[in-house]
């Protein structure tokens, strides 16, 4: 017998947990937003109204920053499920040393994030980074990777793709795997060949998956901080830099903490908009299908 | 029934351990009637670089004092990171270090957020008096002193030797120089800096504003002085060289070790870089060893050139519970014994005299004269706690004046209006 208090009790645990970890810290960030504290107060919390709000609204760079963090993002994490799908694919289909190379697609995953960061760094550098060596052994010009802020800004989606696509493409493994074996039999002895396996049977069967790894990866990216810092430092001319970024700057860098407070919030609510549209396209998506 | 073994045993452990505490208690007593104090520890934080280079005169001072002692944390290398670090302790509250290495540029804003313990109480009011008079410059802010530099570097600009007569009398020579080596093949680049958006870009920019005759920042206005003539002319010749390819245009995300890294390989004429650059391109086997010069950095024909002074210091974090033990150690570690072992071991340049007239020093350092012609003419960086904010804006308009085709005027006026918006929002005035 279960009744909505004794669900309660059992559930207290985890949420005084959640309200601990998620919680708290967003009800004080709120109320940090709506104070001053930087070096001028003398970083002590002094009440401002919303003048932090009203900054952030004519606050140029954070609008900037906001589009440039929502393209990276919208963009890795595209990519990243189109190329995780496919490795998941190919991970999927019976071969020898299938557990090799399942270990091996997760190295870079499992690799630290400013390890890695630092290491594309040196790769992409011009001119003694592997690449440029590449390029010029074939007699072409090196390539400034890091230093103009259309190859910058495609490098660190480079980047983000290699180290994260393995993470979406184990998701989705597991939804394949998951995905009983008469179901694909069944249609394939009508005849279906792969294209019509993918798009009748898994892609349908996945899609809890797909919104699995998208919400994960959608956070992740929309918080993205240490590949942009180690790689790029925001630059060139801040075409990199991205909400945690800056939220950092003014909280690290300038001691502005009641500002800091507010941009982290605002990317907050971004994301979480972000969230609850792509929630609702699955929803609309598999209504239609249904 | 169970239990009993169990509490019988520990009941005989107890009765055991009472007359084993009482004959420690005993003792003591009876072998020390007045206990030696336990020796006081000093917490510092420092980069890694300083606790390698500082390692000989720690060692030093906890051997010379039994009752100080001194336990080093080694930070990051990078100096930002090291702020941050230092940031995030002291902003808990109850730092975890009493001592902090820092750079030039922190001091204004640590001492407004009230995170420094002034150091004439401790030290005295004349702490700095004796050193040479520019090394001086950034240690105050307001009326006190809230670090005491243990080296007076400033940026200095190293040229081939085997490729040229002699150095550069200024910036137009040295640019017809790097383009007549590149033109006979003889170096692929003429002349390599820090063009990252970073603190170093604010730094060559500085220097670059004053080669010209311009300056970044009005002592007297409290406002920066981007919008002159001179700053214009001062940042398109910046900008021309990555644009008709003396400077890489790899420039853009190098840092001083980035370009280093290019310069040591042979295929360049002139680097702009920190003193510690100079043991390194020393090195017996490297492609330019003994092929390397180091003179102050030259200013444009007409006008006076000038490195950015880079020194570190030590403060006193406040909170500290020893802030006496901790002094002794300032004056031990900013001392003319340790500088001199950081001359000898490092190539820092010193703050006291004594070892710029010091003649054997001289000789086998012959990097220490040339130091001290460029401590003359150092550049500082604004003193003010909003500096962070106004380098970054810096460093964001030059960086994008390097990255794309932003005109120079553009860049220098968004920086300007940028700058002002900040100095104006915070209420801040110049100076204190």
Same mark, same amino acid.
Request: no cysteine.
């Given at each position: 017998m279960t009744t909505p208090w004794f669900s309660l009790v059992l559930m207290a645990p985890a949420l005084l947990l959640m309200a601990l970890l998620f919680v708290w810290p967003w009800l004080r960030y709120g109320w940090l937003s709506l104070h001053a504290s930087s070096l001028l107060t003398g970083l002590s919390v002094v009440p401002n109204g919303g003048a932090n709000w009203s900054r952030l609204a004519r606050d140029g760079r954070f609008w900037v920053d906001a589009l440039q963090t929502l393209r990276f993002a919208g963009v890795s994490v595209l990519l990243e499920l189109g190329l995780g799908l496919l490795m998941a694919l190919v991970l999927h289909r019976p071969s020898r040393g299938r557990g090799w190379l399942r270990a091996l697609v997760l190295i870079p995953w499992a690799l630290p994030g400013p390890v890695m960061a630092l290491g594309w760094r040196w790769i992409l550098n011009d001119p003694y980074g592997p690449i440029n060596a590449l390029i010029q052994r074939m007699g072409w010009p090196t390539v400034a990777f890091l230093a103009t802020p259309s190859t910058t800004w495609f490098s660190t989606v480079v980047v983000d793709v290699w180290k994260t696509a393995p993470f979406v493409a184990i998701v989705l493994l597991a939804g394949l795997q998951s995905i009983p074996r008469d179901l694909e039999e069944a249609l394939r002895l009508e005849g279906a060949g792969p294209w019509t396996l993918l798009r009748r049977l898994q892609w349908p069967l996945l899609a809890p998956y797909v919104t699995l790894a998208v919400l994960f990866r959608l956070a992740q990216a929309m918080g993205v901080f240490d590949l942009i810092q180690l790689l =790029? %430092? %925001? %630059?060139?001319? %801040? *075409? =990199?830099? *991205?909400l945690a970024l800056y939220a950092y700057l003014q909280a690290?860098?300038?001691?502005?903490f009641g500002y800091s407070a507010t941009v982290m919030l605002a990317s907050f609510f971004l994301m979480a908009s972000l969230a609850l549209l792509w929630l609702g396209w699955m929803r609309w998506q598999g209504a239609r299908t249904r | 029934m169970s239990l009993m073994p169990s509490r019988r045993r520990f009941l005989r452990l107890l009765l055991s351990a009472v007359p084993a505490s009482s004959t420690l208690m005993t003792r003591q007593g009876r072998a020390s009637p007045a206990p030696s104090p336990q020796p006081e520890t000093v917490r510092l934080l420092m980069p890694a670089p300083f606790v390698d280079a500082l390692a000989p005169a720690v060692a030093r001072f906890n051997r010379a004092h039994g009752d100080v002692q001194i336990a080093v944390t080694r930070g990051p290398l990078d100096t930002e990171a090291l702020s941050d670090l230092a940031s995030g302790s002291l902003l808990l509250g109850a730092s975890a270090f009493d001592l902090l290495l820092m750079d030039i540029s922190w001091t204004a804003r640590y001492a407004a957020a009230g995170w420094l313990v002034p150091l004439e109480p401790l030290l005295? $009011? $004349? @702490? /700095? @008096?004796? /050193?040479v008079p520019e090394a001086r410059l950034g240690n105050a802010f307001g009326d006190h002193i809230w670090r005491l530099p243990l080296s007076g570097d400033t940026a200095l600009l190293y040229w081939r030797t085997d490729l040229l007569p002699h150095p550069p009398r200024n910036l137009q020579e040295m640019e017809a120089m790097a383009r007549d080596l590149q033109r006979r093949g003889r170096v692929r680049w003429g002349y390599v800096w820090q063009g990252r958006q970073y603190e170093g870009l604010s730094c060559v920019v500085l220097e670059m504003l004053h080669a010209f005759g311009g300056r970044w920042w009005n002592h007297v206005s409290?406002? +920066?002085? &981007? &919008?002159s003539p001179r700053a214009l002319e001062a940042c398109a010749w910046l900008a021309n060289l990555v644009r008709t390819g003396v400077s890489p245009p790899g420039v853009a995300n190098f840092a001083e070790n980035d370009a280093l890294q290019l310069f040591s390989s042979g295929e360049v004429a002139f680097l702009r870089n920190w003193p510690y650059a100079w043991g390194l391109l020393a090195r017996e086997g490297g492609p330019v060893s003994g092929r390397v010069g180091v003179t102050p950095l030259v200013g444009a024909d007409g006008w006076a050139g000038g490195g950015t002074l880079g020194t570190w210091g030590l403060s006193l974090l406040a909170g500290s519970p020893r802030p006496q033990a901790a002094a002794r150690v300032i004056r031990w570690l900013t001392g003319v014994e340790t500088q001199r072992e950081l001359v000898v071991s490092q190539g820092y340049a010193p703050t006291w005299p004594s070892l710029y007239a010091d003649a054997d020093l001289r000789a086998a350092h012959p990097l220490l004269d040339i130091q001290r012609r460029a401590l003359r003419t150092a550049l500082v960086r !604004?003193? +003010? !706690? &909003?500096y962070a904010q106004l380098s970054d804006v810096l460093q964001r308009q030059i960086n994008g004046l390097l990255t794309s085709d932003l005109p120079p005027e553009l860049a220098l006026a968004r920086a300007q209006e940028q700058s002002d918006l900040i100095l104006r929002a915070t209420g801040a005035r110049a100076t204190p």
């Open positions: =790029t %430092g %925001g %630059g060139p001319a %801040g *075409s =990199t830099e *991205s690290m860098r300038f001691l502005d | 005295g $009011e $004349e @702490a /700095m @008096a004796q /050193m409290g406002r +920066t002085d &981007l &919008l !604004p003193i +003010t !706690p &909003l």
